[in-house]
């Protein structure tokens, strides 16, 4: 694989004192399945930076992954999730935390960077149990809105 990204996610509910371990999701298990039903983390990248082509991958701590290409301006609205990568990964769960990585071609994201070029990402969480998203950068419409 081109590329690797690792996410580790500290989350309360998985200390096993509190006994909410029950409330953390991770169920979905086939590839292209509702992965963001559960607690799971999203990366979109836009290899243009002008986001007119988004990919989205989702990952839950199964390590099953969701992956769509996007179209502007609608990147929600235009999701195909019958694109699929080559995309690999794998999560964990431990206590107060889980974590994801994944490994994507750059084959798969239209080619290799060249010196110079700049890419948009959004990098993002869903902690089901605790209603909350959260992402790296700022969005005002959620995951999908650049």
């Known amino acids: 694989m ?4 690792n996410c580790l996610v500290t989350e309360p509910i998985l200390n096993t004192a509190q006994q909410r371990r029950h409330e953390f999701a991770a169920k979905i298990a086939d590839r292209d399945g509702e992965v963001h039903t559960d607690d799971s983390t999203v990366l979109l990248l836009a ?30 609205g235009t999701r195909d999730v019958t694109w699929n990568s080559r995309a690999m990964a794998k999560g964990q769960i431990g206590e107060d935390e889980w974590s994801v990585e994944i490994a994507i071609t750059f084959a798969d994201l239209g080619g290799c960077p060249q010196v110079g070029d700049a890419w948009g990402a959004c990098l993002g969480r869903i902690a089901k149990a605790r209603k909350e ?9 959620g995951f999908h809105d650049p």
């Open 2 to 5: 081109d590329t690797a990204v």
């Open 47 to 76: 290899p243009d930076h002008a986001g007119r082509e988004v990919y989205d991958f989702a990952v839950n701590a199964l390590g099953t992954i969701n992956d769509a290409c996007c179209k502007a301006p609608d990147l929600w």
């Open 133 to 141: 998203r959260s992402s790296w950068n700022l969005s005002k419409g």
